[in-house]
């Protein structure tokens, strides 16, 4: 299926002027705590639809020098992780690059169905409960740009990681970092992130508002959300150029909830601010997945920071005739 990727003059300018907020996943304006990802044994009604989850690097390609694809937290036990129980549970962490990477159809579904492990397999690694990586960073690499798949029309070479829930109950809080060093997070000068389904935790503090930033060409005239295991947790919005705060429906306890909206001029060739916002009444420990099509089915990708920079309303101001 074809996806939708933003001009590539948009990424340039907007990438290039803010290198330091473009690395870590989740970025600092999605106020998201945690990737989660839960073993293949869990009940669905605790937040993870299929017990995976793939996002993308994007690497430049005039960037020459080794990079490192940094996991916060990847073992299952200890400080962050959700419990089900004794702690049981194995995720796998596996990098790819190469040919059809994220080319091949299966890649950028929203299932973990097919060929989505295309391309080369460069690193993989197994986490348990560990005191080694509890609260501390994993690094995948060295790896040559070159390593991943040049697609030009997503801005350079392209590496995929795969979380996968293998074994076990318990919930995997964990965040990425793309970064030019082994030993710390030190960002890629054009680097970005994105993902086509997002699976993540919620803030228990309901004051704290949770982003993500669908990006909208100028092909899309309208768009359908599906939101998971939002429990009723409050409202979703969608803010952009022309919505001030437009409400879609929202998930219970386990099941799917779909809307469709309808996009405007003003809202093309940028992105949707879609925010999670929590009751006072708050669950705890929420975590909810969420995806975005197009008119056509197409899955739109998710930028850990918005193309052209967090969308404001903007009023339409009509001339008065006198």
Known sequence: MKRIIPPLFLIALFFHGHDAVTQPVP???ENI??????????????GDDDFSQTFFFVVPEENLTPIYIRVFDPDVGGLHDEQKGEWNTKTKFSVYGGKECITHPDATGTDPVGNY???NLLASKIFGESDKYDNEWYTFGPFNPTEGELVHKYGGYVFKIIAEGISGDDGNLYRYF??????????????????????FRL?????????????????VISVKQ?????????VIKIVSKAK???????????????SEHKIVDREHNSSLDIQFIK?????????VVISVRNQYGEFLPFYTVPIGGIPKYQPSIHAVKR
Do not use: C, M
């Not at 705590?33 to 605790?46: E, Y």
């Open 117 to 119: 492990k295309s391309g």
């Open 178 to 199: 793309l970064s030019s060093k082994s030993d710390r997070n030190e960002a890629i000068e054009g680097g970005n992130a994105f993902t086509y389904e997002y699976t």
């Open 33 to 46: 705590p945690f990737l989660v990802t839960f073993g293949a044994q869990s009940d669905k009604s605790w």
């Open 244 to 258: 001030p705060g437009l409400e879609i429906e929202v998930s219970g306890d386990n099941e799917w909830k779909h």
């Open 27 to 29: 970025a600092v304006e």
């Open 279 to 287: 009751s006072r009444n708050t669950i705890r420990n929420n975590n």
């Open 226 to 234: 599906s939101n998971f295991d939002w429990d009723d947790d409050g």
């Open 203 to 219: 803030h228990d503090d309901p004051s704290q508002v949770s982003h993500i930033y669908p990006f909208i060409d100028d092909k």
